[in-house]
T-cell receptor, first 115, second 118 residues
Framework: AQKVTQAQTEISVVEKEDVTLDCVYE???????LFWYKQPPSGELVFLIR??????QNEISGRYSWNFQKSTSSFNFTITASQVVDSAVYFC????????????FGAGTRLFVKA | EAGVVQSPRYKIIEKKQPVAFWCNPI?????LYWYRQNLGQGPELLIR????????DSQLPKDRFSAERLKGVDSTLKIQPAELGDSAVYLC????????????????FGQGTRLTVV
């Protein structure tokens, strides 16, 4: 089965706090890609990062960092020093190498950052 | 570079009425996807086009949904007749061919059409 689970439905933090959004995936493919997207209130999905299954190196981009752990099938996303503009729904997604390049999304985590 | 453009942004219709959504992908993108996003859920793929060919429509409810991508550019998604359960956001996304995916291409999403069936 191909599946993405984002167990946290909603998270509320105060500005400047760090917050981690969890993502656990399932796939039998040995080659696959993982993504994080941000969906602000305006509705569009904004691409944040892509990781392939052979690259477990963690990545940092400004206040964003991602922790890919193949052993636990997790791809967690941390926002450091959160800001009000980070308030959005965040989706983790999986694209297995088979199955017609279909991207499978998690249900999303709604992040509220309060001033 | 212009992004993926969708119209209308919002549509409210009565059940049993037809409705159509339009998508203009990013210039040069061969692959076009339609997704449906129900409230509180992640997007789910409805159909994928490679140029003008629908290569994956296994998730499209064919009894009432249809899609076309004439000339391999713009696409329309139609529902006829609409049902209450069709209320959702319909997202269009485009990318270079997935075969080029290994060359670090990515899909770009439009803002979506929010459909409300009453």
């Amino acid at each position: 089965a191909q599946k993405v689970t984002q167990a946290q439905t909603e998270i509320s933090v105060v500005e400047k706090e760090d917050v981690t959004l969890d993502c656990v995936y399932e796939t039998r493919d040995t080659t696959y890609y993982l993504f994080w997207y941000k969906q602000p209130p305006s509705g569009e999905l904004v691409f944040l990062i892509r990781r392939n299954s052979f690259d477990e190196q963690n990545e940092i981009s400004g206040r964003y960092s991602w922790n890919f752990q193949k052993s636990t099938s997790s791809f967690n996303f941390t926002i450091t020093a959160s800001q009000v503009v980070d308030s959005a729904v965040y989706f983790c997604a999986l694209r297995p190498n088979t199955g017609g390049f279909k991207t499978i999304f998690g249900a999303g985590t709604r992040l509220f950052v309060k001033a | 570079e212009a992004g993926v453009v969708q119209s209308p942004r919002y549509k409210i219709i009565e059940k049993k009425q037809p409705v159509a959504f339009w998508c203009n992908p990013i210039s040069g993108h061969n692959t076009l996807y339609w997704y449906r996003q129900n409230l509180g859920q992640g997007p789910e793929l409805l159909i994928r086009y490679e140029n003008e060919e629908a290569v994956d429509d296994s998730q499209l409810p064919k009894d009432r949904f249809s899609a076309e991508r004439l000339k391999g550019v713009d696409s329309t998604l139609k529902i006829q007749p609409a049902e209450l359960g069709d209320s959702a956001v319909y997202l269009c996304t485009s990318s270079h061919s997935p075969r080029a995916f290994l060359m670090n291409t990515e899909a770009f999403f439009g803002q979506g059409t929010r459909l409300t069936v009453v």
